[in-house]
Structure formats: structure tokens, C-alpha cells
């Protein structure tokens, strides 16, 4: 037999179980993994990314889509606006980490690669890119260096909401066509 | 993962000798999350055993350890239990996302704290095994300040809760000061708390976190409970000094008729207020609400576009095209769940803090011994140390060796 106390005390036990079992079973989306990553169509290259990740080298890189580029000779993601001519001399170069490499490939087409170890994701290439060429170039958290924050910081912070959860198994987001736009 | 262009300015060239290289980006993710249930679930097996089995503080200090680098610095802490009841919450209002495994990790601690007690608490939490490593010199804080202190954790959950139903970011995640530890870094709330944890016991556990507050509830009526010693206790105080977090209850006698007549009238009077405080709370949660809602992001922003600032939210909204009116939509929804959300949230902890003061004003069940409040015992097995009745045994062990 239980005691009266021992039947209370399940009583008690079970209120409180009660509602987050109800709030789990109602829950809409039931995959089973979720990680965070930037929607490169809503990203307005602010530069908050390179600082707001929780780790000390951010997690976001630049990645570049080679099949959208122009492999322009003058590319607007390699060189400043206020360059003071078209030479590799530092000053005159959009990454601050000079983490894009520049190969010759045929005249007069270049091959613009991010070395990843160096990009800190500061976006300022993207911006570039995004503002006077094709937009080849974009950020996106890298998942193996993201350590999967319950909140992402960047996504707390990001002025246009581009950092949403999606699913494992599509973990990055390439960017659509302007017209296929939502 | 088909490559779309934004914009097609320029024509993609046409080489003679290259081929252009594919994007190539790691799409098989390792998802940790199975791990880390599975790792929390022998954790707080061990623990149980640990705690109820060998009764030593040397293995619970261990075992804290074991809990700060496995849970610590291996799966780097986030995203832990502690955190887990915003997801509940975001999943249930918002839709948001929410996968098995981390309703998992909520659940499990709490599961066990209806079997055995905050065994969650004392190293499978990261945060938890931090502080109790940590303590060096504990000062005890007077009771009285203590249980109002305990009040805190209280107010940080009803109001993230309310935050998080508004839709603002998970704000425990940001209060988290032992998260930037983990990842090798190091913030000013951080090394506070760190230095607070070397005289306070678990100044964390137990005045700011919300978990804390659901792992108390559900082990206010769990199966089995500990005791500071298997023999009779001769009531020396010993544990009770030797706890530094305020746990130990002291023997209750059988009360004389003018304690208990006294007892009625106290438990008389704070029943007549009850009603009192919780307008008081509501009140207060109506004169806070106009002030957290201003701190939400939607509200802030449609604030920087009336009065025309520009900033980065305001350009990133212009560039996105949506319409004003949707904003304002958004804002004036974010304002009506604070203006209901806040004042409950104040009668809700009014209520606790009244519930709180009756339980303690009501005579507890007699006993003669000293016994562990496991609501607020975080298994550091301390005590067991601490009683004489347990040394005793050890040392004659000792010398028959
Ligand atoms: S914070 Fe947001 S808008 Fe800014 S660079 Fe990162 S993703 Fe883009
Ligand atoms: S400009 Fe910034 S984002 Fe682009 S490659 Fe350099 S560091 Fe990376
Ligand atoms: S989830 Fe954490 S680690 Fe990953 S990008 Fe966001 S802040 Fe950085
Ligand atoms: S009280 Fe909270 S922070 Fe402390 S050990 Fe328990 S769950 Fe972790
Ligand atoms: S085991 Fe619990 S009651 Fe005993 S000293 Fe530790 S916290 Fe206090």
C-alpha cells in the first residue's frame, strides 16, 4: 500500500511534469538536429560577425562560389575603393588579413582564392563583391569550427536577422537567384 | 547544392585550360548531441552511485573533476540543460526548432531529481563542477539573506521565460558567465564570478540560476534521499556547519502549545497579506514591463526609424524590403505579451516568495536528527565529511588496515 504522503507526493510529481511533457508534445518541428547558419541573402556585411562569435577566431569564413565569379582582373572584392592603384601593396587591398590569394589564370582572368585560416570573416570582401561585382563571394558559418551555441551570439546581435537554425543535413545556404527571392 | 547567382554583372569566363572548382564545403556535420546525452546519462548514473554509495567528498570533489572536463572543455559546455527551457519555450510559441536530443538533455536532470536529487548538480553540470571546485574559503551568508538571495533565480526564470516568448535572443545564454571558461576566453563577469565562487559556495547555483529553480521543485519530492550518516545522529551541528550551502535542516521537536499557538498566528498573518503581495508583484512586473520591452530589438528598431537615426538594423530592414506596417505589427504583438507577461510574471513571484515564507513559518515533520533539505543540497557530499559519526568508522578502518 502507499502511504497517503507517498501518493501526494507523486501527485505533486506528476503537476510538474505535466506541462513540459504538454509543451514538448507540442512542439511544430520535429527534426532531429539543428545548426546555425547565414542566409547570404539577408546578410548586409555589418562586420559584426568577426567579433560576436563566442570564439576567439570567429567560426564565420568567406566562402567563394567559383562558377558565379567573373574572375575580374579589378575585383571588387580583392581591391579597396580608395586604392591607390591596382598593385598587391597592402594598402591598396579590401581583406586586412590579406587572406585572399590572387592566381593568374589566362589574360586576362584571375582566380581569386579565401585562405581560410586567415579570413576572420570581417565581411569586407562580401561587401565588395556583393556592392560592384557578381557577388561570388560570401560569409558563412563554417560548421566544423562552430561549436553550436544554444544561442549563436552573432545570430543575437545580426542587425538583419540572417543567422536562423537549419537543418543538419542542409547545413549550408548558397544563394538563389534574385528573382526566386521569398 | 546547386550555385545560384546573386547578381550576374560580369559573364563567367570562358577558360582554355581550367576548370572551374566546385564550392566544396563539408556537408557530413558530426552531431555531438547523441554523444552528450548518452555522456550525461552514465554521469549522472556515476554520480548516483557515487553519492549514495561511496559517500566520500574526495569523490564527489573528483567527480566535479570529471564533470568540468568532460562536460567543460570536451563538448565545451553549450548547449547544457541549464539553458534548455528556452528552447521549450521558443519551439512551443515560435516554432522554433527543437530536436530530440536537446529535449533530452532538459529532461534526463529533472528525471533524475524526481528519483534521487540535484545528482545533475553536482558535476554533470559544467557551471555547477566549476564553482564546486572552486570554493576555497566559504563565508556563510546569514539565512535571512540567503533565502532572500534564493529569490533571484526565480525572477531571472519567469522573466526569460516572458523574453523568450516576446521572441527576443536566449537571454540566459548571454548571462552565462562560465561559458567563455570553457572556450578559453575570458570575460569581466567571468573573472568576477570566479572570484565571488572562491568565498561564496556556488554563488551561481544558487542566486541567479533558473534551472536551479525546476531541479528544486522536482526534487522537493524525490524517491530516495540522502543522509548525512547511516547511523543515529547525535546531533552535534557538525554537518550543518560543514554544508556551505545552507542545506542542512536542524531536529524539529514536538512543539509546546505557546510555540504552537504562536506558529497559527504567524501562518494567519501571512496568509492576510497574500493577496496584498501578489498586487504588489503585479504591479511591479506593470511599472517594469515598458522598460524590458524597450530593450527588444523590434521595438528598438522601429524607435531608430521613427526618429530617423540610421544604424546597421536600420539599413539591413531597408534592404530587406519589408513593409513598415509589418514591423509595427511585430512591435505592437512584442509589447502586448510584456504587458501581460511581466505583471504575471510579478504575481508568479510573489506567489513563490509568499509560498516560500508559509513553508517556512509551518512546523516541518518532527525529527530527531539532522537531515539534507534536498532542494537546495548539490551533492558535494561535504557533510558525510564533516559528521563525526562517518569519521569515526573511517579511522577504525584505518588502523585495522
Ligand atoms: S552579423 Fe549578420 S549582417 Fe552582419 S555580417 Fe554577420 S550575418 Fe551579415
Ligand atoms: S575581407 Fe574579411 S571576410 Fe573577406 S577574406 Fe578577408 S578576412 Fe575574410
Ligand atoms: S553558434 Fe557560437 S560558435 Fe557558432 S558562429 Fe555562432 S557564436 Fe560562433
Ligand atoms: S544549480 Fe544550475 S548551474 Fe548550479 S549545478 Fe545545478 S543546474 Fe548547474
Ligand atoms: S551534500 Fe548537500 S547537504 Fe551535504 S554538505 Fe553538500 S550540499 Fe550540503
Given at each position: 500500500m502507499i502511504s497517503?504522503?507517498?501518493?501526494?507526493?507523486?501527485?505533486?510529481?506528476?503537476?510538474?511534469?505535466?506541462?513540459?511533457?504538454?509543451?514538448?508534445?507540442?512542439?511544430?518541428?520535429?527534426?532531429?538536429?539543428?545548426?546555425?547558419?547565414?542566409?547570404?541573402?539577408?546578410?548586409?556585411?555589418?562586420?559584426?560577425?568577426?567579433?560576436?562569435?563566442?570564439?576567439?577566431?570567429s567560426a564565420v569564413k568567406c566562402v567563394h562560389q567559383y562558377a558565379a565569379c567573373g574572375y575580374c582582373l579589378f575585383c571588387s572584392g580583392y581591391y579597396q575603393d580608395k586604392r591607390v592603384k591596382f598593385d598587391t601593396a597592402a594598402e591598396n587591398l579590401r581583406c586586412p588579413t590579406d587572406a585572399i590569394k590572387r592566381k593568374y589564370i589566362e589574360d586576362p582572368y584571375f582566380e581569386y582564392t579565401i585562405d581560410e585560416s586567415a579570413c576572420i570573416g570581417c565581411g569586407r570582401c562580401v561587401k565588395g563583391c556583393?556592392?560592384?561585382?557578381?557577388?561570388?563571394?560570401?560569409?558563412?558559418?563554417?560548421?566544423?569550427?562552430?561549436?553550436?551555441?544554444?544561442?549563436?551570439?552573432?545570430?543575437?546581435?545580426?542587425?538583419?536577422h540572417a543567422v536562423t537554425r537549419v537543418p543538419a543535413d542542409q547545413p549550408y545556404i548558397f544563394k538563389r537567384p534574385p528573382e526566386v527571392k521569398t | 547544392m546547386i550555385p545560384f547567382l546573386a547578381q550576374a554583372r560580369f559573364p563567367a569566363p570562358e577558360f582554355e585550360n581550367y576548370t572551374v572548382p566546385q564550392l566544396q564545403l563539408e556537408t557530413l556535420v558530426r552531431d555531438p548531441i547523441a554523444w552528450r546525452v548518452s555522456a550525461l546519462l552514465i554521469f549522472l548514473v556515476v554520480s548516483g552511485l557515487c553519492f549514495y554509495r561511496w559517500r566520500s567528498s574526495k569523490v564527489m570533489r573528483l567527480l566535479a573533476l570529471a564533470g568540468v572536463v568532460i562536460f567543460g572543455f570536451i563538448f565545451t559546455a553549450c548547449p547544457c540543460p541549464v539553458g534548455m527551457f528556452q528552447n521549450l519555450l521558443a519551439a512551443f510559441v515560435h516554432g522554433q526548432p527543437l530536436g530530440y536530443g536537446l529535449l533530452l538533455l532538459f529532461a534526463i536532470p529533472l528525471a533524475a531529481a524526481l528519483l534521487f536529487g540535484r545528482l545533475f548538480c553536482a558535476g554533470a553540470c559544467p557551471l555547477g563542477a566549476v564553482q564546486e571546485l572552486l570554493l576555497w574559503k566559504a563565508i556563510r551568508i546569514p539565512v535571512p539573506v540567503d533565502r532572500a538571495l534564493r529569490f533571484i533565480p526565480i525572477a531571472i526564470f519567469l522573466f526569460v521565460a516572458v523574453a523568450v516568448v516576446a521572441g527576443m535572443a536566449f537571454p540566459l545564454c548571454s548571462l552565462d558567465p562560465y561559458l567563455p571558461l570553457f572556450l578559453w576566453s575570458c570575460t569581466i563577469p567571468t573573472v568576477?564570478?570566479?572570484?565571488?565562487?572562491?568565498?561564496?559556495?556556488?554563488?551561481?547555483?544558487?542566486?541567479?540560476?533558473?534551472?536551479?529553480?525546476?531541479?528544486?521543485?522536482?526534487?522537493?519530492?524525490?524517491?530516495?534521499?540522502?543522509?548525512?550518516?547511516?547511523?543515529?545522529?547525535?546531533?552535534?551541528?557538525l554537518c550543518e556547519q560543514?554544508?556551505?550551502?545552507?542545506?542542512?535542516?536542524?531536529?524539529?521537536?514536538?512543539?509546546?502549545?505557546?510555540?504552537?499557538?504562536?506558529?497559527v498566528r504567524r501562518l494567519s498573518r501571512l496568509i492576510a497579506v497574500v493577496p496584498l503581495a501578489l498586487c504588489l508583484g503585479g504591479i511591479l512586473g506593470w511599472i517594469a514591463a515598458p522598460v524590458i520591452s524597450s530593450t527588444h530589438p523590434a521595438v528598438r528598431l522601429l524607435a531608430?526609424?521613427?526618429?530617423?537615426?540610421?544604424?546597421?538594423?536600420?539599413?539591413?530592414?531597408?534592404?530587406?524590403?519589408?513593409?513598415?506596417?509589418?514591423?509595427?505589427?511585430?512591435v505592437a504583438q512584442t509589447r502586448h505579451v510584456f504587458d501581460w507577461g511581466m505583471p504575471l510574471a510579478g504575481v508568479l513571484l510573489a506567489g513563490a516568495v509568499m509560498a516560500e515564507l508559509i513553508a517556512q513559518a509551518r512546523r516541518r515533520r518532527e525529527s530527531s536528527s539532522y537531515t539534507i533539505d534536498q532542494s537546495l543540497c548539490y551533492c558535494c557530499g561535504r557533510c558525510y565529511a564533516a559528521c563525526p559519526l562517518n569519521r569515526k568508522r573511517e579511522t577504525r578502518k584505518g588502523t585495522a588496515t
Open positions: 497517503t504522503r507517498k501518493f501526494l507526493r507523486m501527485l505533486f510529481g506528476g503537476g510538474l511534469l505535466a506541462p513540459f511533457l504538454w509543451l514538448a508534445g507540442k512542439r511544430k518541428s520535429r527534426k532531429a538536429a539543428f545548426l546555425w547558419q547565414i542566409d547570404p541573402d539577408k546578410c548586409i556585411q555589418c562586420g559584426k560577425c568577426e567579433t560576436a562569435c563566442v570564439l576567439e577566431h556583393a556592392a560592384y561585382g557578381n557577388g561570388s563571394l560570401f560569409l558563412q558559418i563554417r560548421q566544423e569550427l562552430c561549436k553550436q551555441c544554444n544561442q549563436c551570439r552573432i545570430a543575437e546581435i545580426c542587425p538583419s | 568576477a564570478f570566479l572570484v565571488l565562487g572562491l568565498f561564496v559556495s556556488r554563488p551561481f547555483c544558487r542566486y541567479v540560476c533558473p534551472y536551479g529553480v525546476l531541479l528544486r521543485l522536482f526534487s522537493l519530492v524525490s524517491w530516495k534521499a540522502p543522509s548525512v550518516t547511516a547511523q543515529t545522529c547525535i546531533t552535534c551541528r560543514g554544508c556551505p550551502n545552507g542545506a542542512i535542516l536542524p531536529p524539529e521537536s514536538a512543539p509546546t502549545s505557546e510555540e504552537q499557538a504562536r506558529g531608430d526609424i521613427e526618429a530617423h537615426r540610421t544604424g546597421d538594423a536600420v539599413e539591413a530592414f531597408e534592404a530587406s524590403g519589408t513593409p513598415l506596417a509589418q514591423l509595427q505589427n511585430e
